[in-house]
T-cell receptor, first 114, second 114 residues
Framework: DQQVKQNSPSLSVQEGRISILNCDYT??????FLWYKKYPAEGPTFLIS?????DKNEDGRFTVFLNKSAKHLSLHIVPSQPGDSAVYFC?????????????FGTGTRLTIIP | NAGVTQTPKFQVLKTGQSMTLQCAQD?????MSWYRQDPGMGLRLIHY???????DQGEVPNGYNVSRSTTEDFPLRLLSAAPSQTSVYFC?????????????FGSGTQLSVL
């Protein structure tokens, strides 16, 4: 039972254009959402997060949008750069005073075409 | 600053063998966790710990044991390796729970069970 789903295993985008990565979830108890980025042969690194009390959070070229009614979040990268080529995981959690488990999606491999 | 260190990087086991994957962090983080990454499955939580002496199960705990005798170390033990445990294993730590504090991942251990 996949509670966090990334339905696009891969995505190719031209350099300079916008990359949009999508994530859907089924558990209505999820209250906090995160994106992690992973390069080959490395561990994932934190990218950006959003609390359910917001519908948008920005950090430089990265913006995460949350639509709670649709149980959907998306990551926008503008403009896309070759160094953005990586696997992106969305993750969700139910806050529990530090005793939390992150549930990750299956990942989307983003390729930026020069 | 080493961060999260995992050893070994690669390991081949025969079915039925046991082994311990080591994880150490030098950031004085309270929260530590183990994930496995499999194709099409994303990152799945095996076990986690919110502090020395405290551990709990994640999504896929069967066949694995953990202990947390110090803040720095969180080893993962495979009791009797099975081919289904062939995977890439990641250890991660955070200052507090992974909702409000970003996880720092090690570079992974690639395990093959023949």
């Amino acid at each position: 039972d996949q509670q966090v789903k990334q339905n696009s295993p891969s995505l190719s985008v031209q350099e300079g254009r916008i990359s949009i990565l999508n994530c859907d979830y089924t558990n209505s108890m999820f209250d906090y959402f995160l994106w992690y980025k992973k390069y080959p042969a490395e561990g994932p690194t934190f990218l950006i997060s959003i609390s359910s009390i917001k519908d948008k959070n920005e950090d430089g070229r990265f913006t995460v949008f949350l639509n709670k009614s649709a149980k959907h979040l998306s990551l926008h990268i503008v403009p896309s750069q070759p160094g953005d080529s990586a696997v992106y995981f969305c993750a969700a959690s139910v806050p529990n005073f530090g005793n939390e488990k992150l549930t990750f999606g299956t990942g989307t491999r983003l390729t930026i075409i020069p | 600053n080493a961060g999260v260190t995992q050893t070994p990087k690669f390991q081949v086991l025969k079915t039925g063998q046991s082994m311990t994957l080591q994880c150490a962090q030098d950031m004085n983080h309270e929260y530590m966790s183990w994930y496995r990454q499999d194709p099409g499955m994303g990152l799945r939580l095996i076990h986690y710990s919110v502090g020395a002496g405290i551990t709990d199960q994640g999504e896929v705990p069967n066949g694995y044991n953990v202990s947390r005798s110090t803040t720095e170390d969180f080893p993962l033990r495979l009791l009797s390796a099975a081919p289904s445990q062939t995977s890439v294993y990641f250890c991660a730590s955070s200052r507090g729970g992974p909702t409000n504090e970003k996880l720092f991942f090690g570079s992974g251990t690639q395990l093959s069970v023949l």
